[in-house]
């Protein structure tokens, strides 16, 4: 299995402020505006998203922010509903831990796993 990592999301406290930092100090180009997100587009087909810290938190499962808590998350692409389940087994049976049950969207399906240091990681699998 070769990973697909494809979006890198960060936790943000002020939409306008990011978007100044990112669009026009460091000149990453147009944005996408999705109202609690700001997305760009990057190379390749790589995706940095900007994300409400309070969205952020509630998609992540994060209730605690006092403990391991994270405010980025890599996300990985998965090629199935049971290829997502597979991956957070994989992450559990190795020292991760889920913060959340997967959930079932309009868009497709994800889950969360964090690592044995805290680092938050996305698994989804897109609708086709």
């Known amino acids: 299995m070769k990973p697909n990592i494809y979006i890198i999301t960060l936790a943000v406290d002020d939409l306008d402020r990011s978007l100044a930092f990112y669009q026009d100090g460091l000149g990453l180009g147009q944005a996408t ?54 991956i957070l087994q994989m992450a559990v049976s190795s020292g991760g831990s889920l913060p959340s049950e997967p959930q079932e969207h309009d868009w497709g399906y994800n889950g969360y796993f964090k690592d044995p240091d805290g680092h938050l990681w996305e698994i989804a699998y897109f609708n086709s």
């Open 33 to 86: 505006h999705g109202g609690d997100h700001i997305l760009f587009e990057l190379q390749g087909e790589l995706t940095l998203v900007l994300l409400l810290r309070t969205e952020f938190d509630k998609t992540a499962g994060q209730t605690d922010t006092s403990g391991d808590y994270s405010s980025i998350s890599l996300s990985y692409q998965a090629d199935s509903k049971q290829e997502v389940d597979e």
